[in-house]
């Protein structure tokens, strides 16, 4: 029979089995020479002697090999605990080679995996890398995680559907988009879609009511360590029916996908934060709920201080505001120290703060590195800790600034990076909604109104009027979905009225001319009757390495791109001939 490399085990002892594979470890005991054949399921230890040895001699670590034998029970001193085939052994009767191979750049052997590689090395190599067994199981974990969720949708009557990847380039909105030139139209370019966003919606016109799609989107963004400029993402959108009932959907297929892949019950639902509490509370609209550290307000404490750097701001109507943190620090060390300490005093400076003060609790008692600051806070110790909860061994982090919205953001980025320092983790998956976002921000450098996620999002009910007076007061009908501090996706309520469409583009700027020029064919679908609609976009590659536990999205994408968003494999982007771009294309270019 013929088998993986995984399958062996006891119940096969006596019979004669094939296995096919690759030679990972190669061990020459003089009378034996044991070899262990892997493949993406596993490893086997083949055994060689007499003739089978004579021959096998010629074989090198990644030959290619079938190889058929008896398979037998290995002494007991010999057992391998920790390999589930490791209870056996092939004895190798006769073995072809189907390819010999050079010896790889770097160990594909699991117990080396200390040694490893530097991650350019082994992109470069992905093909190798990918032979490993904990890279291989990466890949496995993503194929149970998408046959998951397409099972779901399927069992929940929704459509599997393709909207196109070559569309029309809407520059106006959203991230640079990566344009491809028409060979026919000479002079004209389509742009890779950056999501299915204005075809589903389309697609609700014409009566197909529930659609999903593991979709490949294309965004031209500057590299970052969770972002590609291809990804996945988990997309549904469905006619009739309002946010309540799509996020209902989203929490049943995370459910399935712990049942079925994690082996897992998820408790739903979920709960539910507003857009405005998250910020104020957390400094961030997708906060780790894993651990509490919530931002408090002191300014009202610290009117009395002598505090130079405080007390200029609050008397230019600043704000102050503090997080206390569990460190177990006495003075000297802890889950923080002084040095730790200092590394976040220069985090601020880089998220836009001009310094951070910290203080901790020793014996019930507010004090500091020098102890001059805690001495001028003036009798307000007290009443700073009480209102903070800080107990013995906590450290305190105050933040000031003009700017609450940059007080905010940066005390947010750094509860973020120190909780998870600190890693006293409530529980292991949190899971959190975050509601009525502003339908619109204000552009820090321009000064204008900008859509705070697209420009198709439906206003709510209440503030819609808002529209016609205070635009950035207006709320939309928007989701988001965040796992441990990370935004999964987005979702909303969209515009399903061609005269609310067009008024929203006015209010960011665009004119009827741009409006009709790049939006024109989308309007207009709207103008035969579109139902109320909404959907949601969910990120397969961020949400398969969060579960399975990975800080990195690249470890779970087959060929991804290195940190420029090259491609190590084929060295892409690479340079396109003049010639064949002025006669293929009738494209002309110069470089930058």
Aim: a negative charge; charged letters at 30%.
């Amino acid at each position: 029979m013929e088998l993986n490399c995984g399958a062996l085990d006891e119940s096969h002892i006596g019979k004669n089995v094939t296995l096919h594979g690759w030679c990972r470890y190669l061990r020459d005991h003089g009378g034996k020479l044991f070899i262990d054949l892997a493949d993406m399921h596993g490893t086997t230890q083949l055994v060689f002697e007499k003739e089978a040895k004579k021959k096998a001699d010629t074989l090198g670590k990644e030959f290619v090999i079938s190889a058929t034998g008896k398979v037998e029970k290995r002494d007991a001193d010999t057992v391998d605990s920790a390999n589930p085939t490791g209870k056996v052994e092939l004895y190798v009767e006769s073995f072809d080679v189907m390819s010999d191979a050079l010896v790889p750049p770097f160990e594909l052997i699991e117990e080396k995996e200390k040694f490893l590689a530097n991650e350019e090395l082994r992109l470069k190599y992905r093909y190798l890398d990918l032979r490993r067994k904990s890279m291989a199981n990466n890949i496995i974990f993503r194929d149970r995680l998408t046959k998951a969720v397409r099972k779901f949708f399927w069992e929940n009557g929704f459509m599997e559907l393709e909207t196109p990847y070559l569309v029309r380039d809407n520059y106006e909105t959203g991230s640079r988009t990566l344009i491809v030139p028409s060979r026919i139209d000479k002079g004209k370019f389509y742009a890779l879609a950056q999501s299915p966003q204005i075809y589903k919606q389309i697609l609700m016109a014409s009566g197909f009511d529930k659609y999903f799609q593991i979709a490949r989107c294309f965004r031209d963004e500057d590299p970052r360590e969770d972002r590609q400029p291809e990804h996945t993402q988990i997309d549904l959108e469905v006619a009739f029916k309002d946010e309540h009932y799509i996020q209902d959907v989203v929490e049943r297929m995370f459910s399935r996908i712990f049942k079925d892949v994690l082996g897992k019950d998820l408790k739903i639902p979920f709960p539910h934060m507003k857009y405005n509490e998250a910020v104020m509370r957390y400094g961030s609209d997708k906060p780790d709920l894993r651990f509490g550290n919530e931002i408090i307000d002191i300014t009202k404490e610290l009117k009395g201080t002598e505090y130079n750097i405080l007390k200029r701001v609050i008397e230019t109507n600043g704000t102050v505001k503090a997080i206390s943190f569990s460190a177990g620090f006495d003075g000297e060390k802890g889950k923080l120290d002084k040095n730790y300490m200092l590394k976040m005093i220069e985090l601020a400076k880089l998220h836009g703060l001009r310094g951070l003060t910290w203080l901790y609790v020793n014996n019930n008692v507010i004090a500091s590195e020098p102890q001059s600051i805690a001495d001028s806070l003036k009798g307000s110790e007290e009443e700073i800790r009480k209102k903070l909860g800080a107990k013995n061994g906590d450290i305190i982090i105050i933040g000031a600034d003009l700017s609450e919205r940059i007080l905010l953001d940066a005390l947010g980025k750094l509860r973020k990076v120190i909780g998870e320092k600190i890693g006293e983790f409530s529980s292991e998956h949190s899971f959190l909604w975050i509601d009525e976002f502003p339908l619109f921000e204000i552009n820090e450098v321009t000064g204008k109104l900008v859509p705070t996620h697209n420009p198709f999002t439906a206003p709510t009910a209440q503030t819609l009027s808002y529209l016609d007076t205070s635009p950035e007061k207006a709320l939309g009908r928007q989701y988001d979905l965040v796992l441990n501090g990370n935004e999964l996706g987005s979702g909303a309520i969209r515009i399903n009225d061609p005269k609310l469409q067009r008024k929203v583009m006015n209010l960011f700027g665009m004119d009827e001319k741009v409006i009709e020029k790049n939006f024109g064919f989308f309007i207009e679908a709207l103008s035969y009757g579109m139902p109320v609609e909404g959907g949601m976009g969910l990120g397969l590659d961020r949400i398969t390495a969060l579960l399975s536990g990975s800080g990195s999205i690249r470890d779970f994408i087959l060929f991804p791109k290195n940190k420029r968003f090259e491609s190590s494999v084929d060295m892409s982007p690479t340079a396109i001939d003049q010639k064949r771009l002025k006669n293929d294309y009738g494209l002309e270019f110069k470089g930058i």
